[in-house]
């Protein structure tokens, strides 16, 4: 089962900005959908973005405008691009393989350790 490796992750103030990647392993799931989410602590497990095959994007309204996702098909990488970062963006970001499904969404691949994004007032 395929375990995507995040990596980018780090401290940074308000107003900043990061950039997150998302490694997938083996050339099966290459141009696969793709979600990032995010976990805050004591909260569940959300996602922000969504890239499907032919690229359409989706975002959490509380992202929209700030985040943006993309992805590299050559190197099998999805980026998630956040500006404007604000506290209440602080928590460990994942990606995974995952469709969409009604309002939600469905993973297909295991989770990987995510990267810490801890955003300072």
């Known amino acids: 089962q395929v375990q995507p490796v995040e990596s980018g992750g780090g401290l940074v103030q308000a107003g900043g900005s990061l950039r997150l990647s998302c490694a997938v392993p083996?050339?099966?799931?290459?141009?696969?959908?793709m979600g990032w989410y995010r976990q805050a602590p004591g909260l569940q497990r959300d996602l922000v973005a969504h890239i499907s095959s032919s690229g359409r994007t989706n975002y959490a309204d509380d992202v929209k405008g700030r985040f943006a996702i993309s992805r590299d098909n050559a190197k099998n990488t999805v980026y998630l691009q956040m500006n404007n970062l604000k506290p209440e963006d602080t928590a460990v970001y994942y990606c995974?393989?995952?469709?969409?499904?009604?309002?939600?969404?469905?993973?297909?691949?295991?989770w990987g350790r995510g990267t810490q994004v801890t955003v300072s007032s």
């Open positions: 083996g050339s099966r799931f290459v141009g696969a959908p």
């Open positions: 995974n393989v995952a469709n969409l499904v009604g309002t939600g969404s469905v993973i297909v691949g295991s």
